[in-house]
């Protein structure tokens, strides 16, 4: 099969995460024995290399500094909408569908795969409806969110719902979040995102002391590691809220808080106003090949996200997947896909969101009982090896893909 994946974010460099796991989806369906095409919005700091996937670039402004859509330049703290996103929006969608068209014309794709309802999908609906192929769409959480706070962007979600043949969600509020937009139960598939369990695997990766040493991390002392956008949905002012709690029950912790957004200097304040400045560490933006040296070098995850004050939330945030993978206990919230990949007691520990004594608690219960860390750890890469990996995630699309393809074959006899 030859299928065209619609995407705002990708890869731009070797070593970015931005899209990451688009990637890891093309790249395991690829494996499988199919030809994969992305078109994803041209960026200056493009740098190509080899792919098993075809990887198709369009501009749809100039100069590139005005090109503010995708790679999530578009959203302010994963919240609103930047202003000029609106204006440059019917030019970001005649730039995918012209290139795509012309992409449908030399290879003649069987599936249009739309990532993100907006703005990805209005191409693949009007790609659709000229081929008469059909159109899977993918939700991602802002997407959603964004839809049902705009008029115009819920009217556009839904005529995209009602064109597609198949819609997928890594969370069950993601599930809702469309049904409340107007797709049906029946377009609705739950696929989970995946890992890589080779990528994240413990004996690849130098002792914890030596990866500490190359990080210029202390020896001696328990690390507690985050690792995402600094956006309010990440949550992770209630985990700087939690360590005054916690550095009463534990010696010796360090807070590694990984990643960069418009939250940080906030954030940093905060750590200064609560007295604990000196037990956290800001490390900005890390490269994507440098996730795993960052986990293997920590004692334990914390996912503290919440539905922030706007009600958006994750839909199921790849770094506990790959946390899973590392083999690291996971200290999580219940919120979005969360607890369909983390089982309390058995992957990782769920607390409730917004709750800086229950994470604090939870924190200590890992951090002072080595068999519990241990099991937890070794449970959870076991699912990711089991289950919650690309190739899973690829097969199940593939199976949508067909059952589509079989359908339309009929439909066209």
């Given amino acids: 099969m030859k299928i065209c994946m619609?995407?705002?974010?990708?890869?731009?460099?070797?070593?970015?995460?931005?899209?990451?796991?688009?990637?890891?989806?093309?790249?395991?369906?690829?494996?499988?024995?199919?030809?994969?095409?992305?078109?994803?919005?041209?960026?200056?700091?493009?740098?190509?290399?080899?792919?098993?996937?075809?990887?198709?670039?369009?501009?749809?402004?100039?100069?590139?500094?005005?090109?503010?859509?995708?790679?999530?330049?578009?959203?302010?703290?994963?919240?609103?909408?930047r202003k000029g996103a609106y204006a440059l929006a019917p030019l970001f969608f005649m730039g995918a569908l012209f290139t795509t068209i012309k992409l449908h014309l030399r290879y003649r794709f069987d599936i249009f795969h739309a990532h993100w309802v907006v703005p990805n999908a209005p191409t693949g609906m009007v790609l659709s409806r000229i081929t008469r192929i059909p159109l899977v769409i993918s939700l991602h959480g802002s997407d959603v969110f964004l839809a049902r706070k705009s008029r115009l962007l819920s009217a556009l979600a839904k005529a995209c719902f009602r064109h597609?043949?198949?819609i997928t969600a890594c969370s069950y509020q993601l599930c809702e979040g469309a049904i409340a937009l107007g797709a049906s139960k029946d377009q609705l598939r739950l696929v989970l995102w995946g890992a890589d369990p080779d990528a994240f695997d413990p004996t690849r990766f130098p002792s914890q002391l030596a990866l500490r040493k190359q990080l210029g991390w202390p020896d001696e002392c328990y690390v507690i590691l985050s690792l995402g956008r600094l956006v309010k949905k990440k949550g992770v002012d209630y985990l700087i809220r939690s360590i005054p709690i916690l550095k009463n029950k534990i010696k010796n912790i360090l807070v590694i808080i990984a990643g960069d957004g418009p939250?940080?200097?906030?954030?940093?304040?905060?750590?200064?106003?609560?007295?604990?400045?000196?037990?956290?560490?800001?490390?900005?933006?890390?490269?994507?090949?440098?996730?795993?040296?960052?986990?293997?070098?920590?004692?334990?995850?914390?996912?503290?996200?919440?539905?922030?004050?706007?009600?958006?939330?994750?839909?199921?945030?790849?770094?506990?997947?790959?946390?899973?993978?590392?083999?690291?206990?996971?200290?999580?919230?219940?919120?979005?896909?969360i607890p369909l990949v983390v089982s309390d007691g058995r992957t990782g520990l769920l607390v409730p969101q917004k709750d800086p004594e229950a994470l604090a608690q939870a924190?200590?219960?890992?951090?002072?009982?080595?068999?519990?860390?241990?099991?937890?750890?070794?449970?959870?890469?076991?699912?990711?090896?089991?289950?919650?990996?690309?190739?899973?995630?690829?097969?199940?699309?593939?199976?949508?893909?067909?059952k589509l393809n079989q359908e339309q074959g009929k439909e066209d006899m």
């Fill in 6 to 81: 619609l995407t705002s974010t990708y890869p731009r460099f070797p070593n970015d995460g931005s899209g990451r796991f688009i990637r890891s989806i093309a790249e395991a369906i690829a494996r499988q024995g199919h030809e994969v095409h992305v078109v994803t919005p041209y960026h200056p700091s493009l740098k190509f290399e080899k792919d098993a996937v075809y990887i198709h670039h369009f501009r749809y402004i100039w100069p590139d500094k005005f090109a503010i859509m995708g790679y999530g330049q578009a959203l302010y703290n994963d919240q609103t909408l």
């Fill in 164 to 166: 597609a043949a198949a």
């Fill in 263 to 337: 939250e940080r200097k906030s954030l940093e304040d905060l750590t200064e106003s609560m007295g604990v400045r000196d037990l956290v560490r800001f490390v900005g933006a890390i490269p994507w090949t440098q996730v795993a040296h960052l986990l293997h070098a920590s004692d334990v995850f914390v996912v503290p996200s919440i539905e922030d004050d706007t009600g958006n939330l994750d839909g199921l945030p790849t770094a506990i997947l790959e946390a899973m993978a590392a083999g690291k206990p996971i200290v999580a919230t219940s919120v979005g896909g």
């Fill in 363 to 402: 924190l200590v219960r890992i951090l002072s009982d080595n068999a519990l860390s241990k099991n937890l750890g070794i449970f959870a890469r076991k699912m990711v090896i089991e289950y919650l990996n690309w190739d899973r995630v690829a097969s199940d699309f593939i199976q949508i893909y067909m």
